[in-house]
């Protein structure tokens, strides 16, 4: 079945550590490519989106993602986490050749940044 | 950037009751509206799309009958939760898309917790 996978569901890191965090997908077609991040409380934020062009992709607050079409990847990182990075993150893909262009979320992965 | 609200952020309602959700873009036209439903420590789960002025499409395995969706306008889609249970309680997100030609973005509410008593 079509999906997106985030194989960390729970990272702890401590200040300073550099992070990254994995989605694979399963769509064989063009996608569309996101970041999401939801801090304690508060809604779902854009960090970042690929959708075609230079596939290293610099977001907000430091983070990149690299788009690795070969490896149906697009690989979350940050050179330095600080505490406020604590939240949860989650990818999610928009295939282009379906019907309907859905957005498909992975299962989050869950960060814990120890000051 | 874009901003979607929803109201009310949080509801507590008895079993057999009826609930609505409000989701409104507040700076933008939203042609088409997503309703997600995330249970705790879980990712987000489409439940149905509604597009302006038609009726709402939905995922498989979603009632239609007790999650009806009404977008009547191109700034407010609402959800109302029929005869609420208590397995219905959840955290109920909308996302509206703004739409750029064959890419887009969605943008997203601040969700509300309903809670089922």
């Known amino acids: 079945a079509q999906s997106v996978s985030q194989h960390n569901h729970h990272v702890i890191l401590s200040e300073a550590a550099s992070l990254e965090l994995g989605c694979n997908y399963s769509?064989?077609?063009?996608?569309?490519l996101f970041w999401y991040v939801q801090y304690p409380g508060q809604h779902l934020q854009l960090l970042l989106k690929?959708?075609?062009?230079?596939?290293l992709v610099k977001g907000i607050k430091g983070f990149e993602a690299e788009f690795i079409k070969s490896k149906f990847s697009f690989n979350l990182r940050k050179p330095s986490v600080q505490w406020s990075d604590t939240a949860e993150y989650f990818c999610a893909v928009k295939p282009l050749n379906t019907g309907f262009q859905k957005l498909v979320f992975g299962t989050g992965t869950r960060l814990l940044v120890s000051p | 950037g874009a901003v979607v609200s929803q109201h009310p952020s949080r509801v507590i309602c008895k079993s057999g009751t009826s609930v609505k959700i409000e989701c409104r873009s507040l700076?933008?036209?939203?042609?088409?509206m997503f309703w997600y439903r995330q249970f705790p420590k879980q990712s987000l789960m489409l439940m149905a799309t509604s597009n302006e002025g038609s009726k709402a499409t939905y995922e498989q395995g979603v009632e239609k009958d007790k999650f009806l969706i009404n977008h009547a306008s191109l700034t407010l889609s609402t959800l109302t939760v029929t005869s609420a249970h208590p397995e219905d309680s959840s955290f109920y997100i909308c996302?509206?898309?703004?739409?750029?030609?064959?890419?887009?973005?969605?943008?997203f509410g601040p969700g509300t917790r309903l809670t089922v008593t």
């Open positions: 690929y959708f075609s062009g230079d596939p």
């Open positions: 769509y064989g077609g063009t996608v569309n």
């Open positions: 996302s509206a898309r703004e739409a750029r030609g064959v890419s887009y973005e969605q943008y």
């Open positions: 700076d933008f036209q939203a042609t088409t």
